[in-house]
């Protein structure tokens, strides 16, 4: 069904989004993840995802006060919803049995 | 805790262009944390920098998802969702009336085609000689004079004349000379036998620094500065030295082995497009001829290259006074015979022609090379793409417009819901750009397919630059242009229908269109008439100058070049030959009535003494007494000469011409007198006289363009060529007998040899290729007038369905049917021709002054020219009309 797949980028913006819980809007939750993932991530790569996640029903939000900080602008707050967490279940179940099935002989090096 | 805390402002106009774009929905957020991150940044990296990334950051929001969306806009402004929407509208539409679109398209594919077609052609032909470094600079000199009598554009100059400019002139940065010549004898050394080659040209080494003659082998700063260097071609370095190396090695010219010569660089391939095409060049320095310093004559070509910031006219002008004046026309005047006066009107004048110009400009100019271009073809087959064109667009607007009638309902319920004009245009605009783009892909298409084809009829090689970056920006570019203009009357019609009276149901079905429509069909069948009249004509010239009587017999001659070069033994091949018996008569003679064969002109006299200013200039040809019967030329007075009559060396037998410019009423028996040698103590011309003992009729010996001039033939021994006539069924056979005794000659040389009708064939090649053109192009007119005609006539049958459906319950036969619905086109069809008649007259006379001898543009051809015009158009409509007449009425008149 279309809508249901969850992209990489999108799934770490969810999981960032679910460990910020009240402070998750656009710019914590990039900040967050370059910080998390050490990788540069651009502010409006991480607005399109989560308005696209919000579309499909994966991410509920709200909108936070005014401040001056923000130029007098709201926050949006994201907050992953019942589908979303569903979505997440699903992915983090279908790596588990990917990585059970890897023989412990497979990797040089000491993964887990 | 309250902070007093300054806050930066983010650059206000990258702010406001966010404003602009972005949709409200998101607006808040994004706005809200750029301005955040803009406040970060400036603690961490200083203003400046932070205002670089906050319109980064901004830009990175310019996509689609963020883009607000308008679907009801007032703004006049097209944007994304319109144009889908309109895309999909009209793509709707094209596929529901597929008829209609699938005319509209092939209509227009073809005329692309059609247009692209020529204009590659003609992208070619003015490419010619622009791959010269500095071509600008680039000229060569002209040289126009008139002489007594004669008067010639020549693109030759006087032998000293390009060392001499090479001193004097600072203007002109370089000169050479580059002359091209008849084919030579050439060998290497460990071969048996000579080939004879083309594309030999004498050249100086300065050509090689004026001239883009790229070298693969060779140094072109030293080759062709010794006296016997040659450079040759890549093509004949393969053919002679394959798989090497050829610089340095030597070659034998005319069995002269004594002095062979050496090969001091290769020629890599040049660009077709050029006029300078060799396959040797050999240095100037062995040319005895061309160390004279005689400012007489004009024999050799010579080439400028300009100084920078040099104006031509600067340069003629000094070529005038130093040159012209200074040294060429002293020189004339030396030598009394030659009579030159400027009182008389006699000139002498040199001037700068570019070289890039060479190629379509010189038509009139006398030179070796004929293989040229003529820039007046060039616009007349502009101008035929650019008509076929715009019929193709007629059709196109014809076609749109027609079917207004049908979407008036359309247009009123659309407005009704508050659609305003302007979208309507858009929405129709893009239907016809969708038409328009989907033709051009279409014909672009059809142009691959065709190319080769194409190619082999113009024997030239053409090809779609897919490559060059402007190719394809332009290809769409005009498809816009296009698309707009021919889009925008049936758009603004469309759009324009009222509401109220459309969903009452009043439309007039589009009257005053229809005057419009019929005007356009009128004037795309004159055109296409104009063509129809302009092939019939070209083809019919061909014809005429193919079969025109050329005053001697061209079949069953063979020709037999070059038997000089049998050294002391011409004549005994000639004995031999003759007692051939397929052989009927031979003579031997360098002169053969073939345009670029052996000229030699010269001045004449009537009567016995040479007298000033009344000078004429004529051919003077020396030949046999087998001449005139081998080549089956008629003597309509006197009679030809006679081996045995040893009185004959002092007579002349002159053409019918001659007699007239001799003004001779009865020319046998008079005498006229003539240059025969130059007495190199007195600085004179030696002249005798001759009693004129026959009259020939005048035969062609150029292309039956040009007038036939005065010629005087001579008896002597001329061992150019052997003429022989035959008559035989096994040519071949003939052929290998002669070969075998031409083998028997030492040294043995190539034989070369050519039939006299096949030679004369292929002069008229341009002249055919031009018939040929002209004829793929009007079929191609004609039938894309008839597509619009076709669809037109349906949606007026498909109009008047009901009418006729009435008609024949009322009893009307389908023969009346018929008549009804023709009448109208007949009369469209006869207003077309009453136009296209005069206008192809007018310009088919013109085209035909080009020529000496021509037909007269007899009234058949306009006859059959609109005959055919009819005819088609008449089929076209009548399969609209049979298939209305024949409807039964009960479908017609059934309530939808």
Not at chain 2, 56 to 77: A, G
């Amino acid at each position: 069904m279309k809508g249901t797949y969850l992209g990489e980028f999108e799934e770490i913006v969810m999981l960032t989004i679910a460990a910020l819980q009240d402070e998750a809007y656009g710019l914590a939750i990039k900040k967050e993840l370059e910080k998390q993932t050490e990788r540069k991530v651009s502010i409006s790569a991480v607005h399109a995802a989560c308005n696209r996640l919000e579309d499909k029903g994966f991410l509920s939000s709200f909108f936070g006060d005014k401040s001056r900080e923000r130029g007098g602008k709201r926050k949006k707050i994201y907050q992953v919803s019942m589908e979303g967490q569903k979505a997440l279940q699903t992915s983090y179940e279908i790596r588990q049995k990917l990585w059970n099935r890897i023989p412990d002989t497979a990797f040089q090096i000491q993964i887990f | 805790m309250e902070e007093e805390r300054e806050y930066y402002d983010p650059p206000s106009r990258v702010l406001q262009f966010l404003r602009w774009f972005c949709a409200d929905s998101f607006l808040d957020e994004i706005e809200g944390d750029l301005f955040e991150l803009y406040q970060e940044d400036a603690e961490e990296y200083g203003l400046k920098k932070a205002k670089r990334r906050y319109v980064l950051n901004t830009f990175r929001y310019f996509r689609p998802f963020f883009w607000k969306r308008q679907i009801l806009s007032n703004s006049p402004i097209p944007n994304y969702t319109m144009f889908k929407h309109n895309f999909i509208i009209a793509s709707r539409h094209l596929l529901r009336h597929k008829f209609y679109s699938l005319i509209k398209i092939t209509g227009f594919a073809l005329g692309i085609s059609a247009f692209l077609l020529i204009g590659l052609f003609i992208r070619n032909e003015l490419s010619y000689d622009r791959h010269h470094p500095h071509y600008e600079r680039l000229y060569r000199v002209v040289h126009s004079l008139s002489i007594g009598d004669y008067e010639a554009n020549l693109a030759w100059t006087a032998t000293p004349l390009a060392q001499k400019i090479r001193e004097e002139f600072p203007e002109v940065e370089n000169a050479a000379r580059l002359r091209a010549i008849n084919r030579r004898l050439i060998k290497t050394p460990d071969q048996a036998s000579s080939n004879f080659e083309d594309g030999f040209a004498f050249a100086e080494h300065h050509a090689l620094e004026i001239f883009n003659f790229p070298l693969l082998y060779g140094d072109s700063a030293t080759a062709l500065t010794a006296p016997f260097d040659m450079i040759i071609s890549s093509r004949m370095a393969d053919k002679y030295f394959p798989g090497e190396n050829p610089v340095g090695q030597q070659m034998i010219l005319d069995n002269n082995e004594e002095q062979p010569y050496q090969i001091a660089g290769v020629l890599a391939k040049t660009p077709h497009n050029t006029f300078f095409d060799f396959d040797f060049l050999i240095s100037m320095e062995g040319d005895e001829p061309g160390k004279s310093t005689s400012w007489m004559g004009a024999n050799y070509p010579t080439y400028l290259l300009l100084s920078e910031g040099v104006d031509p006219g600067e340069v003629e002008r000094k070529l005038e006074n130093s040159i012209v004046k200074e040294h060429i026309i002293p020189a004339y005047k030396q030598v009394q015979s030659l009579g030159y006066d400027e009182n008389n009107g006699n000139y002498v004048r040199l001037q700068l022609q570019p070289v890039k110009d060479i190629h379509l400009h010189s038509v009139n100019y006398i030179e070796f090379n004929t293989a040229k271009g003529d820039i007046r073809y060039i616009w007349i087959f502009g101008t035929i793409a650019i008509f076929i064109l715009i019929i193709a667009s007629i059709n196109l607007m014809n076609l749109s417009t027609a079917q207004s009638v049908g979407r008036a309902k359309e247009v009123g319920v659309r407005k009704v819901l508050g659609v305003i004009r302007i979208q309507l245009i858009y929405q129709f605009l893009t239907e016809s750009m969708a038409v328009i783009l989907i033709a051009f892909v279409l014909g672009v298409f059809l142009t691959e397919l065709s190319l080769s084809y194409f190619n082999q009829i113009i024997g030239i090689e053409l090809s779609i630059p897919w490559g060059k970056i402007w190719f394809l920006p332009a290809l769409l570019g005009i498809a816009l242009v296009i698309g707009i203009l021919s889009g925008l009357y049936p758009s603004f019609y469309l759009s324009s229908f009222l509401p109220v009276k459309v969903l009452k149901g009043n439309l007039a079905s589009g009257q005053k269109t229809a005057n419009l429509r019929s005007a356009l069909v009128v004037f795309q069948f004159a055109i296409s008439v104009i063509l129809i009249i302009g092939t019939l004509t070209v083809i019919r010239q061909m014809r005429f100058m193919q079969n025109k009587k050329l005053g001697f017999d061209e079949e069953q001659v063979l020709m037999v070049q070059n038997t000089y070069t049998l050294g002391e033994k011409p004549f005994i091949f000639k004995e031999q030959i003759s007692s051939l018996p397929q052989v009927t008569n031979i003579s031997m003679t360098e002169f053969i009535p073939i345009p670029g064969q052996s000229r030699s002109g010269t001045n004449f006299w009537a009567g016995t003494k040479r007298v000033m200013n009344q000078e004429l200039e004529m051919q003077k040809w020396t030949i046999d007494e087998n001449y005139i019967p081998t080549l089956g030329m008629e003597v309509i007075a006197g009679r030809n000469f006679s081996g045995e009559n040893s009185a004959d060396t002092k007579a002349t037998i002159i053409n019918e011409k001659a007699a007239k410019r001799l003004g001779f009423e009865n020319p046998v028996g008079e005498y006229l007198t003539t240059i025969t040698g130059y007495d190199n103590e007195t600085n004179e011309f030696v002249t005798s006289s001759f009693r004129i003992i026959g009259v020939v009729k005048d035969f062609h010996y150029e292309s039956i363009r040009t007038e036939i001039g005065g010629v005087c033939l001579f008896l002597g021994n001329n061992p150019g060529a052997a003429i022989i006539r035959v008559k035989t069924d096994d040519m071949a056979g003939f052929i290998a007998q002669i070969e075998d005794s031409w083998m028997e000659f030492s040294p043995p040389q190539a034989f070369q040899y050519a039939f006299l009708d096949e030679s004369l064939d292929s002069i008229y090649q341009s002249e055919r290729l031009t018939a040929r053109l002209f004829t793929a192009f009007s079929i191609l007119a004609i039938v894309i007038a008839c597509l619009g005609l076709f669809a037109l006539a349906a949606f007026t049958v498909e109009q008047r369905t009901r009418e006729i459906g009435i008609r024949k319950v009322l009893g009307a036969s389908a023969g009346n049917i018929y008549q009804l619905l023709v009448r109208h086109f007949i009369l469209l069809l006869v207003i077309s021709l009453a136009l296209a008649i005069p206008a192809g007259w007018i310009l088919m006379q013109k085209w035909l002054q080009d020529f000496a001898y021509r037909i007269d543009l007899s009234w058949d051809i306009f006859l059959i020219s609109g005959g055919i015009a009819f005819l088609i158009a008449l089929i076209t409509i009548s399969y609209q009309a049979t298939t209305a007449s024949a409807a039964n009425p009960v479908d017609t008149l059934r309530q939808e």
